[in-house]
T-cell receptor, first 113, second 118 residues
């Protein structure tokens, strides 16, 4: 069966420091991958999505970036964090050409101080 | 661009009673899917129910059912016989048509927090 892992689960970082959140999917090939941010009162905001290695679509221009170095690995990064980057980050996947359901990881809570 | 609106930030329901959560969306597409996701205090997102836009019949999953009004662009969730475990944040979501980027976009509303009173 397919599983999705996200880490770290919790992160506290100072303003201006770098960020790396990682997401991996097991048990499937060529998944479509998504990064969302959940801020209070704003629901889930789509940040990036990817259909394959090195293929990234960006939805929100900001100081975050995403990369997909391997088929089942999706990384969210920042060179210099802002206070406004605090939030709950969710990775999700769907089976390419398959069911339309998005399956989510457990999330990563980022606090920028 | 597609948008999803949940106008009820918070709802309360008595245990064993029925509650309806509202969702409206805006789109010019004809091919799309709609979903309700549940996010309990653990914050794990869980699929509750889905509806294909081309299907006129409303989807049901045990105590959960939807009222899909395509012309009105409305997609409400009804929870019958509410249980304490139903207490969570509920998100309505829209899946777009296929994009030139090679996949679909999933747009979420801002959520409705459901409280279940014992």
């Amino acid at each position: 069966s397919q599983t999705i892992h996200q880490w770290p689960a919790t992160l506290v970082q100072p303003v201006g420091s770098p960020l790396s959140l990682e997401c991996t999917v097991e048990g499937t090939s060529n998944p479509n991958l998504y990064w969302y941010r959940q801020a209070a009162g704003r629901g889930l905001q789509l940040l990036f999505y990817s259909v394959g290695i090195g293929q990234i679509s960006s939805e929100v221009p900001q100081n975050l970036s995403a990369s997909r170095p391997q088929d089942r690995q999706f990384i969210l990064s920042s060179k210099k964090l802002l206070l406004s980057d605090s939030g709950f980050y969710l990775c999700a996947w769907r089976e390419a050409g398959g069911a339309n359901v998005l399956t989510f990881g457990a999330g990563s809570r980022l606090t920028v101080l | 661009a597609q948008t999803v609106t949940q106008s009820q930030p918070e709802m309360s329901v008595q245990e064993a009673e029925t509650v309806t959560l509202s969702c409206t969306y805006d789109t010019s597409e004809s091919d799309y899917y709609l979903f309700w996701y549940k996010q309990p205090p653990s914050r794990q997102m869980i699929l509750v129910i889905r509806q294909e836009a081309y299907k006129q019949q409303n989807a049901t999953e045990n105590r959960f059912s939807v009222n899909f009004q395509k012309a009105a662009k409305s997609f409400s969730l009804k929870i019958s016989d509410s249980q304490l475990g139903d207490a969570a944040m509920y998100f309505c979501a829209y899946r777009s048509g296929f994009r030139t980027s090679g996949t679909y976009k999933y747009i979420f509303g801002t959520g409705t927090r459901l409280k279940v009173l014992a």
